[in-house]
């Protein structure tokens, strides 16, 4: 079978437009880990999941929400584990994929009220503690 210079033209066409749908699709996806980019705490989020009104200090009838924000696309697993008087109180983590900037928010309440002192969020990232916010909850 003999192909003349049209015939290999159009193979190579073909396979040069496979080669760029391949290469779309895979900028497409994020890639590499999570990146910190900030830990946020406070009483209220922002519809982004950042939070809204930032602050440390809770009150027992409130929630304290944690946002981690994180830089540019990734993926992986993002957890926060929160402590009273230095004991586990709630562990929560979410598998997260990003094309780019985000926050992932993380909240604990109680029906009956936090009993009042210090807590602490420690922050994770691929279960690899990225930072801890120390937080009150004041009577």
Known sequence: MRRGRHGVSMVCKKLLGALVV????????????LQLNTIQTGSSLNSDNS???????FKPDDTMFVSVLTKGAGSGT??????????LVSEDSRDVSFRD???????????????????EAEVLIDGKSVG???LKVEK
Not at 23 to 32: D, E, H, K, N, Q
Not at 78 to 87: E, K, L, N, P, S
């Open 101 to 119: 900037a985000a926050a992932t928010a993380f909240h604990i309440k109680y029906p009956s009220g936090l009993p009042a002192g210090e807590y």
């Open 51 to 57: 939070v809204g009104t930032l602050t440390s200090r």
């Open 78 to 87: 993002i957890g926060v584990r929160w402590t009273f008087a230095g004991r």
């Open 132 to 134: 801890t916010r120390p």
């Open 22 to 33: 391949v290469a779309v699709l895979a900028g497409c996806r994020p890639s590499g880990p």
